[in-house]
């Protein structure tokens, strides 16, 4: 009996085991459910924001590569030659006519120190612009993809929150086409209300069916960012704080946008870096100094006059480079460089018009969220009752099927718009922080407030 318990336990054990491990094997279910979570999986996979990353790191050698123009440069230069060497005729008796063969060695050291190179310092210039630029458009890469993340997961929510009143319009509209079935079967009802409904409900039925793609197509726009697939989210609180902005002057935020809007603070360092481009190419004309070094070793087989030589060479040259005309080449580069200066100021201008507009945008936008939210929030409650008053007057006799269904179809339009106008509302307040510059994670945990 013991054996048999034995046994038996030893199987259970097994049993469990096999279990653990394969709840192990399984992949494991997907996180990140909250907003945050989602940003921070963002972070990780988006593509995007992977590619600013990788090209912010490249910008940054600019001063690395900029510095080693300061720097000397060191070549050392091997060279074996193999000689065949036929000699025809000689006036000179040490060598007979005949055949030899000897080898050449020539070892070459070589250091160019460079004194003064105007292009030079102009691009160690530039290279501390486009190390900063860089480091913007980084920043602006960080704040845009904590706007994307938001925008994609609200949109989930919005979508989520589309299909539940989709599903349950058609259920409202189910019954009413149930009850019309119903009356016209015991002769209190009419052929005509049967159809309305009906009609009514194939319109819900689609619509459902719409709603379900948009939130499968919502699903997959978050995995596009995350590199996940999000089944579960979160959900907006019924009740959550509307905020206006502050301060609540929109030269206020004009002022921080034009200061601190990083896109706009990258475009004024690519003015520079391209500024600086016309200083480095119109020092194509400046002459340049370097202080060169070469220190030769020649090993000689033989000569035609004479034995084998071992020869050893050292030069010290100062270099002076004046450029006196190359086909006008300089001055077409600075030419080239000059324009595409002017392209970068005019990109400036165009980006800073573009920052202003977004700011005021969104700016009046999050005011104008907040009456609209209200106002959607009270058509809602209006809607409602005017639905149940329809409901009585047709059960009354008052009013026929089509009225009531008409009341069904509004207030489930302004639950949409009502839901609508609340994702639309949290997702201007970030583009107004985004645009003033100020967008940071901090922002993602408050809007998380809202949700649960």
């Known amino acids: 009996m013991r054996f048999g318990r034995s046994r038996t336990g030893f199987c259970q054990s097994a049993a469990l085991l096999a279990g653990l491990c394969a709840a192990l094997l399984l992949p494991l279910p997907a996180r990140g459910e909250t907003l945050l979570e989602a940003y921070r999986l963002a972070v990780e996979n988006d593509p995007k924001y992977r590619a600013a990353r990788a090209e912010s790191l490249a ?8 510095r080693a123009g300061f720097l000397p440069q060191v070549r050392f230069d091997l060279e074996r030659t193999e000689t065949r060497q036929r000699i ?3 006036e000179n008796p040490i060598f007979g006519a005949g055949i030899t063969n000897f080898p050449t060695d020539n070892e070459t050291l070589s250091v160019n120190q460079p004194i003064f190179r105007k292009d030079v310092i102009e691009r160690f210039a530039q290279a501390k612009a486009v190390v900063r630029q860089a480091e913007f458009t980084l920043l602006a890469a960080e704040q845009d993809l904590l706007l994307r993340t938001a925008a994609a997961y609200l949109v989930v929510l919005a979508a989520t929150d589309s299909q539940a009143l989709a599903r349950a319009e058609r259920e409202a509209v189910g019954k009413a086409l149930d009850l019309a079935r119903e009356k016209l079967a015991i002769g209190l009802g009419t052929i005509v209300n049967q159809h309305d409904a009906a009609a009514r409900y194939a319109v819900t039925q689609a619509r459902e069916l719409e709603a379900q793609y948009r939130l499968h197509d919502a699903r997959q726009g978050l995995r596009e960012i995350t590199g996940r697939l999000i089944e579960k989210v979160q959900r907006l609180r019924e009740e959550f704080t509307l905020e206006t902005p502050e301060p609540a002057r929109v030269d206020r935020w004009l002022a921080s946008a034009s200061e601190q809007n990083l896109v706009l603070r990258a475009k ?16 194509g004309h400046f002459p340049s100094l370097n202080l060169v070094l070469n220190h030769n070793r020649r090993d000689a087989g033989s000569t035609l006059f004479g034995g084998g030589s071992e020869v050893e ?3 010290l040259t100062l270099r002076l480079s004046v450029p006196i005309f190359e086909g006008g080449l300089t001055s077409a580069v600075t030419q080239e460089a000059a324009h595409r200066y002017q392209k970068s100021r005019e990109e400036l201008e165009q980006e800073r018009r573009a920052v202003e507009r977004a700011t005021r945008a969104a700016f009046e936008g999050t005011l104008v969220g907040v009456s609209l939210v209200r106002a959607l929030r009270q058509s809602v409650i209006s809607q409602q009752s005017a639905l149940e008053a329809k409901e009585e007057g047709h059960r009354s006799g008052l009013f026929t099927l089509l009225p009531v269904l008409d009341a069904q179809r509004d207030l489930y339009l302004a639950k949409r718009d009502f839901a609508q106008s609340r994702y639309e509302y949290l997702l201007t307040r970030l583009r107004l922080k985004q645009a003033a510059g100020m967008l940071s994670e901090a922002d993602l945990v ?6 649960q």
């Open 59 to 66: 910008a940054g050698t600019a001063i690395d590569q900029a």
């Open 88 to 90: 025809l005729k000689s």
């Open 268 to 283: 004024r360092e690519a003015v520079e870096v391209a500024r600086q481009e016309v200083e480095r190419q119109r020092a």
């Open 313 to 315: 060479t050292t030069d």
């Open 446 to 451: 408050s809007l998380g407030a809202a949700l």
